[in-house]
């Protein structure tokens, strides 16, 4: 019984101590990347809100199984993606995880410099007071960000190569 008691108490005084540990970190996380791109803020936007086209840049798309494309919104049994607003600065989209009914804003700020549109492509995530949750926002970097920049690469070497 001294044992059991010991467990239990030993399991309660880990967790408080955890979630104080854990409270520490952010709530809110933001994964941004971006990337130069040598056409004007309206070529880029163009790309961007022709969803038709993600399929060719876009690594969740392409990881998508069997996506389906609509005019404002691209959906599978995995993920939904959709434009929420078009500004002449900034494409704003909603990424809604099927598996676990998330929705987190993705967003995509161009700034135009001359002949070279600066694109940064940025998730914000929101999380619970929960440590569990908190703990996993650790390693978000590091699974979403690669998709990211290779996403990016692959939307600048769309739009720079020459035509035909």
């Known amino acids: ?40 803020r309206e070529q880029v936007r163009a790309r961007l809100v022709d969803l038709q086209g993600w399929s060719e840049w876009n690594e969740y798309v392409k990881a998508m199984n069997h ?25 704003e989209t909603a990424w809604h995880q099927q598996r676990n009914g998330k929705t987190f804003p993705g967003v995509f700020n161009l700034i135009q410099g001359g002949s070279v549109t600066a694109v940064q492509w940025y998730f ?31 939307l600048k070497r769309s739009m720079e190569k020459p035509a035909p």
Do not use: C
């Open 124 to 154: 914000d995530f929101h999380f619970k007071w929960y440590p569990w949750e908190k703990l996993s926002s650790i390693t978000y970097d590091k699974q979403i960000g690669p998709q990211m920049e290779q996403s990016l690469e692959n």
């Open 67 to 91: 996506p389906q494309v609509k005019a404002d919104s691209i959906y599978s049994d995995q993920l939904s993606i959709a434009v929420r607003a078009i500004h002449p600065a900034s494409v």
């Open 1 to 40: 019984m001294k044992i059991i008691k010991l467990a239990i108490i030993s399991f309660v005084v880990l967790f408080l101590l955890m979630t104080a540990m854990l409270s520490l970190l952010p709530r809110t996380i933001r994964i941004s990347r971006a990337i130069n791109i040598n056409a004007s």
